[in-house]
């Protein structure tokens, strides 16, 4: 009787995790297309839209899971999921749209993108290394990725950063929009309940630490919006638009969802899986790092490279899984 509950336990859970999945990926859709066409009705340029709205729409489900899983004491999800969002974003996103379409880069267009990234995943080592994140340092690091965003406005209406206009959706009315937007948010905010919850369950039944739900399903399901964009933004040769947006992604994950989350309820190492610490954070900081001086001396993502970063992410999601067991099997 017990097992048939577990295994009923698991399903459900299976159910929570599909669910808020696709909460999450319509409510991003709905809350982004809301929120530009609100924004174009005020007149707001497409370069304000683009740096600001579009780019806080497309981080808005991993902020409210690691928000919701933070403040419910689960800060190894919370912490796993941005963690496992950028191992994501470069090894499967980058992977999978590499595979497909050779992605070639200008490296002088994407340095400054390119040491933000890097300076902030840095800092993130830094800071769990050091004992975690201070509401203080929380808040300084929402300041500075609100003047990192008004810094690249400015250079981009001086001419220095060229910007791709956004594409406008189409609502019957101002009231419509809305609707979408408000249905938008509330999507999100459900489905990230859901993720969370069966995240948990999830990681119970299996046995598993939170921090690998969070690394791994969750991490997956937030960056699937991001996977679907890159793919047809390489199909149509807009590489830069596909590298722009993962090097923003990985930026935002860190600076803004830690830092809006750290604000409200700091972030302590001890609190965190061991795993979080051993493995993956240096995952992180070593495959951006990688991702940095490929894009930077080789100029491009050749299909070869592609496969090779898939190949990555398949060995570590089984590192990941292996060595989360280890963890629980010696009682850690």
């Known amino acids: 009787m017990m097992e048939f509950t577990m295994i009923e336990a698991f399903l459900l859970a299976i159910g929570c995790l599909g669910f808020g999945m696709i909460m999450l990926i319509k409510g991003g859709d709905w809350c982004i297309d809301g929120a530009v066409f609100v924004a174009r009705h005020f007149g707001i340029s497409p370069l304000v839209v683009g740096f600001t709205i579009v780019a806080f729409g497309t981080s808005f489900p991993e902020l409210l899971v690691s928000l919701t899983a933070h403040l419910s004491g689960s800060s190894g999800i919370a912490v796993g999921n941005v963690i496992g969002s950028n191992i994501a974003n470069i090894l499967l996103v980058i992977g999978a749209t590499a595979a497909i379409a050779t992605i070639h880069v200008v490296p002088r267009a994407l340095l400054r993108d390119l040491v933000m990234m890097m300076f902030a995943t840095v800092l993130l080592v830094g800071l769990f290394v050091w004992g975690g994140i201070s509401q203080l340092m929380a808040v300084a690091m929402v300041v500075l990725l609100a003047a990192y965003v008004l810094w690249q406005y400015y250079m981009s209406r001086k001419g220095d950063i060229p910007v791709e206009d956004v594409e406008n959706p189409e609502f019957a009315s101002f009231r419509t929009a809305m609707i979408y937007l408000l249905l938008g948010l509330a999507a999100i905010a459900l489905g990230a309940e859901f993720l969370v919850r069966g995240a948990k369950v999830s ?116 590192a990941t899984y292996l060595y989360g067991f280890s963890l629980v099997h010696k009682g850690m």
Request: glycine share 10%; aromatic share 8%; net charge neutral.
């Open 203 to 318: 990681a119970t039944v299996l046995g598993v630490p939170e921090a690998v739900i969070g690394l791994s399903v969750i991490a997956i399901g937030t960056s699937l919006p991001e996977l679907t964009t890159c793919i047809i933004a390489a199909r149509r040769g807009q590489s830069d638009l596909v590298v722009g947006n993962i090097i923003g992604s990985n930026v935002f994950n860190i600076l803004m969802i830690l830092g809006v989350t750290g604000a409200i309820k700091p972030y302590v190492t001890g609190d965190l899986e061991p795993q979080l610490m051993a493995l993956d954070i240096w995952v992180t900081l070593g495959i951006s790092a990688l991702f940095t001086i490929i894009l930077l001396f080789y100029k491009k993502v050749t299909k070869p490279l592609g496969y090779l970063f898939l190949l990555g992410y398949l060995v570590y999601m089984v």
